[in-house]
């Protein structure tokens, strides 16, 4: 199983808006609503941040969205912050597994 | 609150085995599976497959099979990853983690750093 496929790094502004794009192909992100995404900052494991493409987790600021159009699930952070500075990884089920995009190092400048 | 806390760093040389284990708490341990993911130094996230906590039913990713053993101790909430034959491109960070429903991984252990080095 391929991994998906995520931008190598993004950056923004404090304040702006950010999107992250994962695209797989329909045997995966496009074939399932079984989309999430998890926010890792260094040294520490990663946190669910959205799942089933656009729902957030008690706890997660409203800053974070999830989409999904086609084969291609989306993560937009507004209003970037400097905590949001991290790794960000996109995951879809797939006929009984789990695939995880490459992820995106995101800056904010 | 719904906590995973994994065994401590590990060296290993190369050819040797090693037990990771994930201990579980603040919930019902055999309602939900269990899931590792392992991630290599400065490489992205690694799905290496889930065990069904309540039948101990195990399944692994390509890649995963052979050399890598996903097992339970439900008496004590806890889950482990066992690797044999320990190679150096096994080095990595290995996470436990909870699925809340398809794919989905509400929890995380902290992390098993496994080094392999002579």
């Known amino acids: 199983q391929s991994a998906l496929t995520q931008p190598a790094s993004v950056s923004g502004s404090p304040g702006q808006s950010i999107t992250i794009s994962c695209t797989g192909t329909?045997?995966?992100?496009?074939?399932?609503?079984?989309v999430s995404w998890y926010q890792q900052h260094p040294g520490k494991a990663p946190k669910l941040i959205i799942y089933?493409?656009?729902n957030r987790p008690s706890g997660v600021p409203d800053r974070f969205s999830g989409s999904k159009s086609g084969n291609t699930a989306s993560l937009t952070i507004s209003g970037l912050q400097g905590e949001d500075e991290a790794d960000y990884y996109c995951?879809?089920?797939?006929?009984?597994?789990?695939?995880f995009g490459g992820g995106t190092k995101l800056t904010v400048l | 609150q719904v906590q995973l806390v994994q065994s401590g760093s590990e060296l290993k040389k190369p050819g040797a085995s090693v037990k990771v284990s994930c201990k579980a708490s603040?919930?019902?341990?055999?309602?939900?599976?269990l899931n590792w993911v392992r991630q290599a130094p400065g490489q992205g996230l690694e799905w290496m497959g889930w065990?069904?906590?309540?039948?101990?039913?195990?399944t692994y990713a390509q890649g995963f099979t052979g050399r890598f053993v996903f097992s339970l101790d439900t008496s004590v909430s806890t889950a482990y990853l066992q690797i044999s034959s320990l190679k150096a491109e096994d080095t990595a960070v290995y996470y436990c983690?909870?699925?809340?429903?398809?794919?989905?991984?509400?929890?995380w252990g902290q992390g098993t750093l496994v080094t392999v080095s002579s």
């Open positions: 983690a909870r699925d809340i429903v398809v794919a989905t991984f509400d929890s």
């Open positions: 603040g919930y019902t341990f055999p309602n939900y599976a």
């Open positions: 065990i069904d906590a309540n039948t101990g039913k195990p």
């Open positions: 329909s045997s995966d992100v496009g074939g399932y609503k079984y």
């Open positions: 089933e493409v656009s």
């Open positions: 995951s879809s089920y797939t006929s009984g597994s789990t695939v």
